[in-house]
């Protein structure tokens, strides 16, 4: 049995990395299904996403950024999918 006050960020926490926050609220705005879905995150669309929102981001940073945005788009879709699968 694992211990759940481990998963459950505290007060004391330090707030995640700025590329982690900018790649979470990245895939948030990709994955906005309908009339506003985005298709991927990729380069193009997250420039498109930090003019947008007036958000500075180094050139350096842009692929680490992408690479968690991608990492937890695949981990944004995988829950959908399983969410869509009748149970048996």
């Not at 007036?54 to 940073?61: F, G, P, W, Y």
Request: aromatic content about 10%; overall charge positive.
């Amino acid at each position: 049995m694992r211990e759940l006050s481990q998963d459950t960020p505290t007060l004391f926490d330090a707030p995640p990395p700025e590329n982690i926050s900018h790649a979470r609220d990245f895939v948030r705005w990709c994955c906005s299904f309908g009339n506003s879905f985005r298709n991927s995150p990729d380069i193009a669309n997250l420039r498109y996403w930090a003019h947008k929102n007036k958000i500075k981001i180094k050139e350096r940073s842009e692929t680490e950024i992408l690479e968690s945005a991608r990492a937890a788009f695949l981990r944004r879709i995988d829950q959908l999918m399983r969410k869509s699968q009748p149970l048996n």
